[in-house]
């Protein structure tokens, strides 16, 4: 089975943007969540499967501080998808003598 990697980003825009975040690491397939200013990376974090909200709510609190002092910032979401896997082709049922 492959994994399907895509990104989401949105603009960070009060409050707002940490409770979509959350929403996201919820949902459990979130990989990294990086925070831009103008183009440039700010801060990354690393996310692996598993992580409770109790790990996360300290991450998104330092991202909070760092948005509300940059302001114009833009949140990126890296998330997974399992594709599904190949259907398997069936044996031969051909008799040998």
């Given at each position: ?54 790990v996360v709510a300290p991450i998104l609190a330092g991202a ?20 599904a896997p190949a259907p398997e082709e069936p044996a031969s ?5």
């Open positions: 089975m492959t994994e399907k990697t895509f990104w989401e980003s949105f603009k960070a825009e009060g409050e707002t943007w940490v409770e979509r975040v959350k929403q996201l690491v919820h949902e459990g397939n979130v990989r990294r969540v990086i925070v831009e200013h103008q183009g440039r990376k700010i801060a990354e974090f690393p996310l692996t499967a598993g992580v409770v909200g109790t909070a501080a760092m948005v509300t002092l940059l302001k114009d910032c833009t949140i990126r979401v890296e998330r997974v998808e399992p594709s049922t051909t008799a040998k003598p």
